[in-house]
């Protein structure tokens, strides 16, 4: 059962479910980019600095997703509470948010555990415009391998 054209209250968030059902692989995409990255760079520093970057992106990428997850879920519950709603629709569109969001918090817990070697780093250590210092990595840390997928 397809979901409605764009004129109806759930086929104007359509766009949002497929942004959602888009973000793991986006998400993945970004992992493959910055293991292939990582695999060639061997100074601590500059890891750090493209796992941050790389961490920066995933970030942006699950905030989008969010905001697709908040408006479609909006949409969603709208139309099952209009008494001569699409419920059909809407049902159907409330289990792939469902599916869809459990792939996009399962591409988060995998990625969060993915670089160990990496110590943990706050705001006032990153960087040497405001005075701090690049953190680093133990070099036992440093020279860990990539982990395999």
């Known amino acids: 059962m397809p979901i409605r054209p764009a004129h109806t209250r759930l086929g104007r968030r359509v766009p949002d479910l497929q942004l959602l059902q888009r973000a793991p692989g986006s998400i993945a995409d970004l992992i493959e980019i910055l293991d292939r990255r990582l695999a060639e760079e061997q100074r601590p520093e500059e890891r750090l600095r493209m796992l ?7 970030t942006r990428t699950a905030n989008d997703a969010i905001q697709a997850y ?9 139309e099952l509470e209009m008494p001569d709603g699409d419920w059909p629709h809407a049902r159907k569109m ?3 948010l469902d599916l869809a969001r459990a792939d ?3 591409a988060l817990e995998q990625t969060s555990h993915r670089y160990s070697w990496a110590e943990p780093w706050t705001k006032g250590e990153v960087g040497t415009a405001n005075g701090g210092s690049v953190p680093t990595a133990s ?3 440093a020279q860990a391998a990539v982990p395999d997928r």
């Open 52 to 58: 941050r970057e790389a961490t920066n992106q995933i």
């Open 70 to 78: 908040r408006r479609a879920r909006a949409a969603v519950s709208a």
């Open 94 to 96: 409330s289990a792939q």
């Open 139 to 141: 070099p036992a840390r």
């Open 104 to 106: 996009v918090l399962e």
